[in-house]
């Protein structure tokens, strides 16, 4: 069986879709699936799934989703590796390797930052990688009305949003795909525009291909929205990079904590 949350809610087990359709049942699923292996209390999962406040029937209720969802869990093909357990003061859902695509995430993002500590940064980049494949689109965009969701949703973007960095100044780095990188920095730039290491990723992108002028445009353009917008100045990073395109010299890279090219 398989659970994918880096974008809409999806189960499968052997080709079959066994996704529920029921928007509370998806929303409990999620919520076990987020912390899986820990236990969600009673009172957590009512306010999860009544976040404007409880009925009376809600404890009732809450015991037919969880009945609902062992029959998802317990009738797939995935036996001994998955199991809903009841366990006070509530539930929690056991998840066997390779069955979430959040677990996975999080493996490929610490294997990619061990390697990088090793200097192996092929297989930093392999990791990844992995990671971005994973990421579908928005994650639990249609179930976010309760607490538990919404932050965990906010930790999942912001995880995606460091890994997409770290892995794009790697592939900066090594320069096989300079190109492809230079694109999906624009595309990102636009979707977080007050991002500014986004910013500076793009301008040493397009400095190490041999566009400085390019580079120097990104930093007019970053530099006047940021007034606009929020009044304010550009950091020192995108500022020393914005010098370093200016002097040319390649070896500063090393002094925004990026490498020396």
């Known amino acids: 069986m ?28 999620a919520a076990l699936l987020v912390h899986h292996h820990t236990v969600l209390s009673i009172d957590v999962l009512i306010d999860e799934l009544w976040p404007q406040g409880p009925p009376r029937t809600a404890l009732q209720a809450l015991r037919v ?11 797939g093909s995935s036996r001994g590796e998955l199991a809903l357990v009841s366990e006070p003061p509530g539930y929690y859902l056991a998840v ?42 928005v994650p639990l965009a249609d179930l976010r009305e309760g607490t538990l969701l919404k932050g965990a949703a906010s930790r999942l973007e912001e995880a995606w949003m460091t890994a ?21 920095l624009r595309e990102l730039v636009v979707r977080h525009p007050f991002n500014e290491h986004l910013h500076a990723l793009l301008m040493i992108g397009l400095f190490l291909s041999g566009r400085s002028g390019d580079a120097l445009q990104v ?5 006047k929205y940021l007034i606009d917008e929020l009044g304010i100045e550009p950091g020192d990073e995108i500022r020393a990079v914005h010098q370093l395109v200016l002097d040319s010299d390649r070896s500063a890279l090393r002094a925004v904590g990026m490498w020396t090219a």
């Open 164 to 184: 997409q960095e770290e892995r794009l100044s790697l592939e900066l780095r090594h320069g096989t795909r300079r190109g492809e990188v230079i694109a999906e």
């Open 219 to 223: 930093y007019r353009t970053t530099r």
């Open 96 to 137: 066997g390797e390779g069955m979430l695509d959040l677990a996975e995430f999080d493996r490929h993002r610490a294997c990619a930052r061990a390697a990088r500590e090793e200097q192996d940064h092929r297989a930093a980049l392999q990791h990844y990688r992995a990671a971005a494949r994973l990421w579908r689109s």
């Open 2 to 29: 398989r659970f994918n949350l880096l974008g809409q809610l999806q189960v499968h087990d052997e080709g079959r879709i066994l996704t529920p359709q029921a928007h509370k049942l998806r929303v409990l699923l």
């Open 65 to 75: 989703y969880i009945s609902q969802l062992r029959k998802i869990v317990h009738g």
